[in-house]
């Protein structure tokens, strides 16, 4: 019964996000796709590892393939008699947690209102994930990290922003959420901001008397910009901001339990209900493209033992089956740290024990994007508690370690000394350093692209998947012009099963879902190994 | 809100061919699916189940039983599957030796991916059949031997289907006692559930124009 059909409407190669997501939009209007992936794991260079199999998948190797992770680096803290562990953590002892933890190779936050959310709940995807909020947004002012108000409580209980700033800031936000381009009432106009859609950010706030804190705020930690960043690119990232802060939390962004390597499993577990095939961890022999005997176009592949036909192809950047003279793609930076104190010591983290998800923008002077850190902790199901999982992260320019140092050097410390007093620089226990392929170069690849095989990109060097997303969307419209993006699944309660005589009872119904995590892990871990010991008794 | 107690997360796993799908067919709706192919679209299925508790008291449980959405074929079930479930069936045909001895590799996919405590319950399906292959001894062993509860079923017949959610779901109140709080469905706001419509609100009302009704 296990006989593969020999055609399929569409085969799909690699499982990275955009591959998963046209998988599963295909899939989801009814046409036959058959996905696969020439690793053994799921998400290509989207997955997420634990700590032996991260290792391995940097260090394979990789034969002649052209689109690969390159320089990577490791280094461990250097253990010594006297310095045998550092909070009760060694080499030996993270690496025998290791298996616990969810290390990506590229992580992303979600705005809570941005295009991944929206597309996860319109499409009902949103069943197969759960997500933890933000739990704080840092920012390095005048050299310190310091905690960015995000809610209208945390400015107004913050001590290093005065009064007048707080009544400056509150004005400058509302008119931000309230501008419109085209409002013609002429009172409204006055006032708003009367400024060039291509004047600077920066100098609207200038003249909006905004004062240099607020403008710090506002320019790097809640719209990730920059000095160069126009009114127009200002107003909108602010915007996003504004609409996703308390929508699940008090910061704007979500981080998916388990890490990022979800999200595109996410996608091919739909496309697996709509019928998807899927088949991991084989070699793909040759791709043709023939002719039918109508003249239409099919493309062949050999993998496997197996010959399967299809109309169209889909391949990922880490396919091989990319053509990279026409397809330049760019690098991403990436660091991995482990410690076992967070960032920025007690003088942040004094309200929580650090048990979160953390996010700080640090911009880098003559770079157009800067340096993204997320700092992860065990309630995210991706560390071991008391260790932190410190992700850097920007476009590649000079090689990861040197992309990456400013960070480093200022926030993160190589030696460790009890004694000292000021613990705001967590030692660094291991670290990695690795480059990652990105995105395909030119942001209009995908309209050039026409057919039957496809090309998709990697990940953009964006904080969310907004332009994922949307190359997705406009890749999948060249694809199947008339079919519908991914509409809503049906709940379990709508579905007819095709049985002709069968009695239900109306067990069938599904209300909101509770929560299937319990609250706090560890206490739950607890209570049931007391009850297995009591078991055995 | 609707009336139950509990919200439990099952997923089936097991050889192709095992009757996982069956087994949750002939469950919540009380038929043996005569083809293969209907299910298209189908996540998992829900059924409201009647327990009585230890004090004697009937309550609700809701069980969602989740299936693989044939990505076993290919060993190539996302790990996203296991995530967050309660309790793990683990399938095999007792006239099919070769569904026995993929156990080990679907072991090894547990430990990887599931939570260490989750409930765990081998079984061996298609008692009706004739040509029984693995003696009921060995399916036994192989559950004690690996932590697990033991039960043989067919979907076919209905035998011990009612009995495996049944008790499922018992013991998995009985596991939520234990816990601090007790009950399972209480939100909580670390870990946000995208589909809970509770959780959507306008940002002005908490952020901008003031009331703040988040921040509380």
Known sequence: MDDLPKEFDLIVIGTGFQESVIAAATSRVGKTVLHIDQNEFYGG????????????HLNRDTGDKKCKIRNVSQEWFEFTEEKSEINGWNKEKIISEGRRF????????NYCNGKLVELLISSNICRYTEFRAVDKVLTVLNGKIDVVPGSRADIFTKKNVSIIEKRLLMKFITQCVEYKREENNESFKEESFDFPDDGKFIDLMKQQKLTDNLIHYILYAMCMANTETTFKEGLEAIRTYLTSIGRYGNTPYLFPMFGCGEIPQCFCRLCAVFGGVYWLGQKINDIQLINDESGNELVKMNFGNEEI?????????????IDLNQNPFEYISRAVIITSSPLGGSTVNSDMDGGGVVLLYYPVEGKSDGITMIQLAHYTSCISKGLYLIHLSTTCQNGAKSDLQPFVETFLRHDHDAETEDDTKPTILFSTYFEIPSSIKGHDYVSQQNGPIYSCSGAFSELDYDESIRQSRLLYSKMYPNDEFLPK?????????????DDREGNVNLGVLADLVPENKEDTDKVLEKEDMNKTQ | MEDYKFLFKVVLIGNSGVGKTCLVRRFTQGVFPKGQG??????FMIKTLEIE??????ENVKLQIWDTAGQERFRSITQSYYRSAHALILVYDISCQPTFDALSDWIREIQEYANPKVLKILVGNKTDRDDREIPVRVGEEFAKAHDMYFLETSSKQGENVEKLFYEIAAELIEQARRQKGGLSRTHHSSVTNLGMKSNISNFQSNCCSGSGSNNN
Not at chain 1, 45 to 56: D, G, I, R
Not at chain 2, 53 to 58: E, F, K
């Open chain 1, 45 to 56: 260079f989207w997955a997420s590892f634990n700590l032996e199999n991260f290792m391995t």
């Open chain 1, 309 to 321: 036909s299809a109309k169209k192809l889909v391949c990922g950047l880490d396919s091989n089956f």
């Open chain 1, 102 to 109: 969810n290390i990506d190779l590229i992580p992303k936050l």
């Open chain 2, 38 to 43: 209907a299910t298209i679209g189908v996540d």
């Open chain 2, 53 to 58: 508790n230890s004090t004697g008291q009937s």
């Open chain 1, 489 to 501: 699944a049906p709940e379990p309660e709508e579905i007819i099963i095709g049985d002709d005589d």
